[in-house]
């Protein structure tokens, strides 16, 4: 029979090599049964950071010990931000793994948002060459895509996620309710990547968006665990395809070749993810403009709904074009033949599109 918990939760399947279940619902972080359905071994290290960890760590590491009370719970706390995001933690956390014996079958458990889950997913990639990872986003943003499809990483000084490694999950849990204390500007930075599967690949999403911004914005229950759920459909649909970005998982990048570029020259300390993104995605609905791939209308949609939910859309103020193209030359898409931009066509119809000049990027660059 089912209860209500049940009937309020939504699984959706990330199908591939390793399949995983993605599930998203209130009260997730109490369900002791489904946190400890993935940890094989008698190690837990529950990675978390300092404003998620006081949260909701004591509430995870309870609910497992319900189930399985052989189990050796341990916690490595990273300070929370974007620049915990380096090797100099992630050694740290390789150090917590020695320290308690870690073996093979040990697993991590990523509790936080996206910051906490690259970095836990990529101990996790390299620890003894490989062990479980669950995923237990509490952003938005991690909600709807650092959780899923694998992509771990931290950051250089140099460029952002330079070093990293494919390393899916065993499973993604979602606990719609972590998103109430999550701080307005978190949810504003979520809602961005949300708007991103709508112009990348689905022009009536980016439509039921424009229709609940302001519930969204509102952290209404219904829309966020409707955007949550619709978000990680089309990344699970994405990454089961193609995991290790040969072709179609690049248009999860929209955006992301200017963004990675303002975070970087940032020093990973102004605008966050989800904003830079933002201000990338308007820079390359404008560049896709200016080279006649689409029309100058859509790129205008698109900035009004991102200035709707409360993101920026221009480049913040004080930075260089030209130091930015500098950084877009250290950007994963980029290859001997020089940068690669995802681009669109309009709205819903994003591809990818080589040999761009610097000039029209420049020109971009210096209209924002
Ligand atoms: N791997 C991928 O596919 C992928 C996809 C998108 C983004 N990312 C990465 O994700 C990172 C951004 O993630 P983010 O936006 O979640 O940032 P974040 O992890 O820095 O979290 C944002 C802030 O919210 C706090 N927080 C988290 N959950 C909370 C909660 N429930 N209540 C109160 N506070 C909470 C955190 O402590 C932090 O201060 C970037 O490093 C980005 O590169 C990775
Ligand atoms: O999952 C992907 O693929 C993405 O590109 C999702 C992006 O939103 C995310 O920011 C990702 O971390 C970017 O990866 P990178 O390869 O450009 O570093
Ligand atoms: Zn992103």
């Not at 996790?124 to 479980?132: E, F, H, L, P, T």
């Not at 009536?204 to 219904?222: C, G, N, Q, R, T």
């Amino acid at each position: 029979m089912s209860t209500i918990a049940d009937l309020q939760r939504t699984n959706v399947e990330v199908g591939g090599e390793r399949p995983y279940a993605i599930s998203i619902g209130p009260g997730l972080l109490d369900d002791g049964a489904l946190l400890a359905a993935s940890v094989r071994g008698r190690h837990v290290l529950l990675l978390s950071d300092s404003h998620v960890a006081p949260l909701y760590a004591k509430r995870v590491a309870h609910a497992l010990r319900g189930v399985r009370d052989d189990l050796r719970i341990d916690a490595y706390v990273l300070p929370a931000g974007e620049a915990s995001k380096t090797l100099a933690t992630f050694a740290e956390a390789i150090d917590a793994l020695a320290a308690i014996g870690a073996t093979r079958d040990a697993c991590i458990i990523a509790l936080g948002g996206g910051v906490v889950g690259d970095l836990a997913g990529f101990v996790a990639a390299c620890w003894m060459r490989g062990i479980d990872c669950v995923q237990v986003p509490t952003t938005l943003l991690a909600m709807v895509d650092s959780s899923v499809g694998g992509k771990t990483a931290v950051d250089l000084p140099q460029g952002k996620n330079l070093v990293g490694a494919f390393h899916p999950p065993r499973a993604v849990i979602a606990d719609t309710e972590a998103l109430l204390t999550l701080p307005p500007r978190e949810l504003r930075a979520g809602l961005a990547e949300v708007a991103k599967y709508g112009a990348i690949r689905d022009a009536a999403f980016l439509d039921w968006i424009e229709a609940h911004a302001e519930a969204l914005l509102a952290s209404d229950d219904a829309a966020l665990t409707e955007a949550v759920a619709r978000s990680c459909r089309h990344k699970a649909q994405i990454v089961e395809r193609d995991p290790y970005e040969h072709g179609e998982r690049a248009l999860l990048n929209f955006g992301h070749t200017f963004g990675h570029a303002i975070e970087a020259e940032q020093g990973f300390g102004g605008l966050n993810h989800g904003e830079a993104v933002a201000v990338g995605m308007v820079l390359a609905a404008k560049l896709s403009a200016r080279l006649g791939l689409a029309s100058d209308a859509d790129a205008q949609r698109l900035a009004v709904l991102l200035a709707r939910l409360e993101l920026p859309v221009a480049i913040p103020a004080g930075l260089d074009a030209e130091a930015l193209l500098a950084r877009m030359r250290l950007d994963k898409k980029a290859d001997a033949n020089g940068l690669r931009f995802v681009l669109w066509d309009g709205i819903g119809a994003a591809r990818m599109i080589a040999g761009v000049a610097d000039d029209a990027v420049l020109a971009v660059l210096g209209d924002s």
